[in-house]
């Protein structure tokens, strides 16, 4: 309505010839120092992180060319043979997949409830600080020290003796604080808003939870899941005294070769023993089974990030 | 409002719900449960030792003389296999801690956001790499290094194993030191910037110190790591249990020495006993590491 005038532009700046030179900005002594250590400073942290990722690539490129002649299809199906000295892995391969999905079906369920109760119901009181701290010092524990445990608790203790159950529940005590880190993460990155506007509908502190907070917090749980899929996976000290053994034998390519009361081999372990116990084992037998571990933990790994990735970008608030 | 009118809910959700809701308390309170049931069960397998007349907790915690098994005179000394230990750690992080502070420092404040994220991504997938995987590197790779570049008649020995410990803790250090940068509220870099300095003299003046207890609690979040790290440091150090000499000498820590000895100790015996010992004293050290890293994060959070 009211046609308000247009504030006046800035005078244009005379070109820098025109202004006098005791009045331009001059470069200093102390400013070429600042911007040359600038420079320093970037170069040598730059360098710090190449040099921290790059050997780690050589050494991958090192791994798979030396594990070349033993990598294929047979590899992953056959048993070991010729005690251990040749063959494949699979009587490992299923084992560490026995071992990875009990123990995240045991440790995801109490993991994800404990997150929740810590990020929705605990009040900020010292009990609850206390839990905070303890889930900490249990995500500190060294591995050894968790196979310690499995042997007294599981094996001797419970009496469930050296079994995939007993490996499997040492795994998933170790799991267990890295799920309650990510789960409550991925809870409180859902805004209160959200929780509010349920609540003043009459919804109660449950129902909101089963309608909004999981909802809107289940990808990221899941990513924190996967994660520990992998390092479950790669776990050796907490299973190699509770229920993992050098060698079982196994008919080749059999789908569910073991009972859980029975011992088995994990792809951990038995890159163990192969490189450390057998002697004269084929050269690039050891490589290839480190590549197979490796390969598979960085893939699980690359897809949650993947998927996190995904689910970021896709994110409404 | 008539009854009809007022939304009710069936009796079983009520009580499905507050059933529930106490199965969720109890989860919650799993982790002190589990935290107390593995110090009760690693301690219960290694009480019985308290009162062996051969074990006495001067000796066991102060003398390097480690013969578990000897027939005539059995020692439970673990002075070698804890500075070996310590050892090992220190060295590893005299490696990690420039590296991992300057990869945090890099990607937090130097690198743009497209590498930032790339950066991010491959850190995180190194430290994903087992430690199985690691110790088989130091036993392959590693050690053939170490021989050609000083000469060393054995390649694995406690800087092969300082070497890997390193490369293991430095994607720890660098995530949580890249935290406690992020941490620190822009308007300090702002503030800085209008003054005209320099990243580097922001990176010096201002974040470093502003940052420094997250900084701090991340080498030592990586100390705790390399302290308990098992495998890798079994499969690279060597296995000589005395105190080292040299960077080149073999040592052995108190987490491999489990590891190794464990298989072999008839359950019961004093020698699995003071394994246990051993865990005990384990989780201590690595308690104590943890909880002082705790407090100091809480120390910035309460400043922040």
Redesign the interface.
């Known amino acids: 309505m009211s046609s308000s005038t247009t504030p006046a532009l800035p005078p244009v700046l005379p070109p820098v010839e025109a202004i006098p030179p005791e009045m331009r900005f001059v470069e200093t002594d102390l400013v070429r120092t600042k911007l040359k250590r600038q420079k320093i400073a970037k170069a040598v942290f730059g360098t710090m992180s190449v040099a921290m990722i790059l050997p780690l690539l050589l050494i991958i490129g090192y791994l798979v060319e030396r594990a070349w002649p033993s990598l294929s299809l047979e590899f992953l199906i056959d048993v070991p043979r010729a005690g251990m000295k040749e063959g494949g892995i699979w009587p490992a391969l299923i084992g560490t997949i026995y071992l990875v999905f009990i123990s995240l079906a045991v440790s995801a369920p109490i993991g994800i409830m404990a997150a929740i109760y810590l990020n929705e119901y605990a009040k900020d009181n010292w009990f609850n600080r206390i839990i905070n701290l303890a889930v900490i010092n249990l995500a500190g524990v060294p591995s050894i020290v968790h196979a310690l445990f499995g042997l007294g608790a599981f094996v001797y203790a419970a009496n469930l003796g050296y079994s995939i159950i007993s490996a499997s529940l040492t795994l998933a005590i170790m799991t267990l604080p890295v799920i309650i880190a990510s789960t409550r993460e991925a809870l409180a990155s859902v805004p209160m808003s959200f929780r509010e506007a349920c609540w003043n509908v009459g919804a109660t502190r449950w129902q909101t939870i089963k309608a909004i907070v999981l909802p809107n917090s289940i990808s990221g749980i899941l990513t924190g899941v996967i994660l520990q899929v992998s390092r479950a996976a790669g776990e050796t000290a907490p299973i190699m005294f509770t229920g993992v053994v050098f060698y079982k034998a196994v008919e080749r390519g059999t789908l569910l070769p073991y009972y859980l009361n029975e011992q088995c081999m994990a792809l951990s372990m038995h890159l163990y023993t192969l490189s450390t116990q057998v002697p004269d084992v084929k050269e690039s037998l050891p490589f290839a089974t480190a590549v197979v571990l490796l390969a598979s933990v960085l893939m699980v790994n690359a897809s949650a990030i993947a998927l996190r990735v995904y689910l970021r970008s896709r994110k409404k608030w | 409002m008539s009854d009809k009118r007022r939304a009710t809910r069936p009796l079983w959700a009520v009580y499905g ?1 507050k059933t ?2 106490w ?3 109890v ?6 449960i ?2 107390v ?2 110090f009760f ?2 301690f ?2 290694a009480a019985p030792m308290l009162v062996n007349k051969d074990f006495s907790l001067k000796e066991f915690l102060f003398s390097p003389e480690w013969y578990p098994t000897s027939m005539s005179n059995v020692r439970y000394g673990t002075l070698a296999l804890t500075v070996g230990t310590f050892s090992v750690t220190i060295l590893a992080m005299v490696i990690a801690v ?3 502070l ?2 945090a ?3 937090s404040e ?2 743009g956001h497209k590498t930032k994220e790339t ?1 991010k ?6 430290a ?6 690691w ?3 130091g ?3 590693m050690s053939k290094i170490i021989m050609k570049v000083t000469g060393a008649p054995v390649g694995v020995n406690m800087l092969n194993g300082a070497i890997i410990l390193a ?1 293991m803790s ?1 994607p720890i250090i ?1 995530s949580i030191g890249e935290d406690a940068l992020k941490a620190v509220p822009d308007s300090y870099r702002e503030a800085g910037l209008a003054l005209g300095a ?4 922001l ?2 003046r201002v974040l470093l110190p502003a940052a420094k207890n997250g900084l701090l609690a991340a080498v030592l ?1 990586g100390v ?1 790591r390399a ?5 890798a440091v079994l ?1 690279a150090t060597g296995h000589a249990v005395h105190i080292p000499e040299g960077i080149l000498d073999s040592v052995r820590t108190l ?1 491999a020495n ?2 190794a000895e ?2 072999e100790a008839p ?1 019961g015996s004093p020698h699995y006993r003071v ?2 010992m051993t ?1 005990v004293l ?2 201590s050290i ?2 104590v ?3 002082t ?2 407090l100091v994060v809480r120390g910035i959070r309460k400043k922040g």
């Open positions: 719900e529930l809701e199965v969720i308390r989860a919650g309170v799993s982790a002190i589990f935290v049931a593995i069960f690693v219960r397998e420039p590296f991992g300057g990869g420092i890099f990607i130097f690198c950066l991504i491959v850190i995180e997938l190194l994903a790499i087992p430690s199985v995987v110790g088989f590197i036993l392959t790779v490369l430095v660098v320099t990243q580097w003299q990176v010096y979040l705790g302290v308990g790290e098992t495998m499969m987490t489990i590891a464990l298989g359950a394994l246990f865990g384990l989780f690595t308690f590491v943890n909880l890293a705790d």
